[in-house]
């Protein structure tokens, strides 16, 4: 009995010394296999289930997913309010809570909610369009909306805090508001809390600053923007906005798992290639996606690919859809600037939009009749027109009581380049897809300049995507095949290559030796021929 125990208790022992030996698996490995198992589970889950095939052709509903800071205000204005009756329009759509896809004439939907919106929307019946902006000038622009909204509670005389603010507004009965609307209902009562506490701390009447660095760094006054960047709330709303929103993932998501995809990509930056690559794919099937700092190019190409559509269905588009805005007027002597169209987003900071007479519309307005693309440009422009007037004047009286805080693009230069750097870091998966935005807006606008009629592109299109797809599912992506064509032309020289160094003496060696051998061919083909002919 002594040698079987004994042998038990060798193994015992050499089965403690190998766990002791073998590498211990880590919480944070644990954490990280379990991120990675959440956000490819969604990312799997998320694909789309139509080939996109027909994503040029506007279906029954428009959903313009309105990414905060990108002009979006500007095309639901001057552009959908005039192609659309306000009975077309989903009701309070931009209040998800009322939101209401099922109403009988809805067919627009224009919303800061995010892409989890669809999942109240009948997919195979909805286009989506877009507008994406450079990442580092729209965390700018959402900073200084942030101030500017916030700074005009610091103008009324009888609120001495943001406590009594917020009692006086929810006893007031009032439409939707930018403190109804994500991501202003966050940040807006955030930044407000912040100028409160800053302007008790210096003095309720005093309004100059002690501590100014640059507009963007007015201590005393305004969280600085470098604060501003790394504070806890715009990790979870700002940085990578947009991709989170076109992948529907913000915290405002209809999506139950959509705070733990955030972490973990958040906590493991590598995992942020799956959101990425969702994004990117659901941005190839939008019906537009346009860019804010092309914003001319942007409305026509807008104009084209959703205007011509929604006038067609209508039943009352003139088809003469090639024609432009009149030559003998300054393009840009309407076009508003991407920050200040945006300032006047919500140009009421307790009552909503419906008081500003320049952005109201009614179902007059529309003046549809005989309707032409490019009598829609006119009419947007002198749309724009209007919202620039009411801008400036906004602007002012808004950042009264924190002057020093004078934003503009020349002072944007004065942000130390670490800031700008850390913005960069920080939004590095928005960087890379609004790189793929540009590259998508580039095919737009060269389907646009073939001068042909986008209703007629769209089928072409259609059948160029079916092609495509046809060669996906027999194994050979479009590319693919022409990378086959171009690498059968090169495998000789790839197989010589291989098998003899290829150093520079030896090509041309090899050049010389068939030049010369083909001259001798033709010589001696030819003296034959000659000898012939003297016998």
Known sequence: MARPLGLVLAIALLAAVSVTLLPPVSAADDDYAHCEGAVRGWADSAGEGDDGADKLNLKDLLFFLHIPRTGGRAYFHCFLKKLYTSAQECPRSYDKLRFDPSHPDCKLVVSHDDYSLTSKMPKERTSVVTILRNPVDRVFSTYEFS??????????????????????????????????????????????????????????????SSKK????????????????????????IIHNGATFQVTGLTNNSYFDGAHKVRHCVRKHPDLGRFVLQVAKNRLDRMLYVGLTEDHEESARLFAHMVGAQVLSQSGILNLDIQEDPPSGTDPHSSMLDQDDEETNEHMNSTDGWSSNGALNTTDDDH???????????????????????????????????????????????????AVLKQIISL?????????????????????????QPMVVQYKQFGDQKVTQEHLMLKGQHPVVVQDKQSAAQKDWIDTVCDSWNCSTWKVVALGLGIAVTTVFIVFAVTSRRTLKLKI
């Open 147 to 208: 101030v500017e909204v916030a700074a005009r509670f610091l103008v009324h005389p009888n609120l001495t805090s943001a406590k009594s603010m917020t009692t006086r507004l929810l006893k007031k009965t009032r439409g939707v508001s930018t403190l109804d609307i994500w991501p202003w209902k966050y940040l807006v009562p955030w930044m407000r809390e912040d100028l409160f506490a800053r302007r008790d701390a210096r003095g309720i009447d005093k309004t100059q």
């Open 427 to 451: 939004n590095s998966l928005d960087m890379e897809l609004y790189e793929h935005a540009k590259n998508i807006f580039t095919q737009e606008h060269l389907m646009l300049k073939g001068q």
């Open 213 to 236: 660095v640059n507009p963007y760094d007015v201590e005393d006054m305004a969280m600085p923007l470098h604060q501003y960047i790394n504070n806890p709330v715009a990790h979870e």
């Open 367 to 417: 003046g549809k009749g005989n309707m032409t693309v490019g009598k829609l440009m006119e009419t947007y422009e002198s749309c724009i027109a209007s919202l620039r007037k009411s801008q400036s004047s906004r602007r002012k009286i808004s950042l009264k009581k924190v002057a020093e805080a004078n934003f503009t693009k020349a002072a944007r230069r004065q942000v130390p380049e």
